[in-house]
């Protein structure tokens, strides 16, 4: 079986397939370390919520499809609202892959909707690329673009923890 392999592969964004369906909101799965913030913000999941209640409209969550699980990748303060809400269900787009592509994207989630990141946000993303064994061997500039920060800020976060990767570039 190549199972164990299946979540080694990295198959980039544009050649997955992606539907927009409804899910159950039990269907999708939060324990995947896929929650790229530092924590999750009481406020803006009341303030989501009111939103809601009041007939607002968000865009579908994002969730990868391994074949087996739904993870959630990109939009857990709307899955909280919808969750509060006792909404039965929440729309999502799917995309096609394995619980470490959906961990990959949610790095750079949020860069240009919802919730602006923090500066701690920011930083834990990195520092789990960093602390990846086949991440950590990307480039400073990779891994920005990856997180949707800059590459400096890469580069002052990989020397201060140590992992200094000599650059050719």
Known sequence: SNSVQSGIQHTPHSE?????????LTEIRLDGNTQPRSRVYDETVSKYHEELTEGSHF???????DGKHYWL???????FADKK????????????????DAILHS???NHDHGLRRTAADKRKAVMAMLADIEWQEWSDREIARQCQVSHPFVSAIRKEIGADKTQTT
């Open 107 to 109: 790095f750079g989630a």
């Open 85 to 100: 809400a006792g909404s039965p269900g929440i729309k999502c787009t799917i995309i096609d892959g394995t619980l470490r």
């Open 59 to 65: 865009p579908p969550v994002e969730v990868f499809f």
């Open 16 to 24: 997955k397939t992606m539907t927009i369906k409804k899910l159950k």
């Open 73 to 79: 990748a990109d939009g857990f303060h709307r899955y």
